[in-house]
């Protein structure tokens, strides 16, 4: 991990950009601490860090005001990073698929999702051996696939907040029975570009003992900011 620039927030919040590789991140941390501070994965969607900076920025500001942690990287093919043909076909196919209300296929989806988790896990090897930060790891938010895989495929993440989409693949949906830490899962009731069903059968299927579904009247856009503060509580619960 190589640190490429630095800057104090107005609240005092250190922001570090690095480079792990090829891959593009940002780190989050509180001006100081008396431990080291649990950390949270901030996913989004596949648009690029710079386009959803001002979003991040502001969910990273809340998660360090409650003494954590918080790191994102850029999904592979989006942003700074080369072009990815199998991302630009899935984003193709996503849209159809959306617009037809056909069935997501697992082409769509997996290629991404089988690139971008084995690159949040090299981004924590990272982010835990730097001073300061310790575990527990929480994941946030994101594509619900990749947040599904990465709460399977890598045990030190102890708890997951997810945004409920249908964009989910078949063979993921069967994953997610595979889940076993605590998830606070948030829907949005009118989301325009989601089957409500389908994540209410998604939410169904996680194996976790502990889950709670949140839901929001109002479309993808929508959601209230007690979501948030109900999210940080859940994660204060699990990872302080």
Same mark, same amino acid.
């Given at each position: ?19 792990? =590789? ?19 994965? #901030? &996913? ?20 360090? !005001?409650?003494? @954590? ?19 630009? +076909?899935?984003?193709?196919? %996503?849209? +159809? !698929? ?6 997501? =296929?697992? !082409? ?29 790891? &929480?994941?946030?938010? =994101? ?5 599904? +895989? %990465? ?9 997951? $907040?997810? @945004?409920?989409?249908? #964009? ?14 605590? %998830?606070? $899962? %948030? ?5 325009? &570009? ?24 109002? &479309?993808?856009? =929508? ?10 509580? @859940? ?6």
């Amino acid at each position: 991990m190589r640190f490429t620039s630095e800057r104090r927030l107005d609240d005092g919040v250190l922001e570090r950009e690095f480079t792990l =590789g090829e891959i593009p991140g940002i780190l989050w941390t509180p001006a100081s601490a008396s431990a080291p501070a649990p950390l949270i994965l #901030l &996913g989004h969607p596949p648009l690029g860090l710079r386009r959803m900076y001002p979003r991040l920025v502001a969910r990273a500001r809340h998660s360090v !005001a409650r003494g @954590f942690a918080a790191a994102t990287i850029e999904l592979p093919g989006s942003g700074d990073r080369p072009r990815w043909p199998d991302v630009e +076909r899935a984003r193709a196919g %996503l849209r +159809r !698929a959306m617009e037809s209300g056909e069935p997501v =296929g697992d !082409a769509l989806v997996l290629p991404l999702v089988d690139t971008a988790v084995p690159e949040w896990q090299s981004a924590l090897d990272a982010l835990l051996a730097l001073p300061g930060i310790g575990g527990p790891v &929480g994941y946030s938010g =994101g594509l619900i696939s990749i947040g599904i +895989r %990465l709460a399977v495929a890598e045990p030190r993440v102890s708890a997951a $907040v997810l @945004f409920a989409g249908s #964009l989910v693949p078949r063979a993921l949906a069967e994953e997610a029975r595979q889940v076993t830490v605590p %998830l606070h $899962v %948030l829907l949005q009731w009118d989301d325009e &570009g989601n089957d409500r069903q389908a994540s209410l059968d998604l939410f169904d299927a996680f194996g976790s003992e502990e889950k709670s579904l949140h839901a929001h009247l109002g &479309g993808h856009t =929508g959601v209230p900011e007690s979501a948030g503060e109900a999210a940080a509580e @859940f994660f204060t619960r699990h990872l302080m």
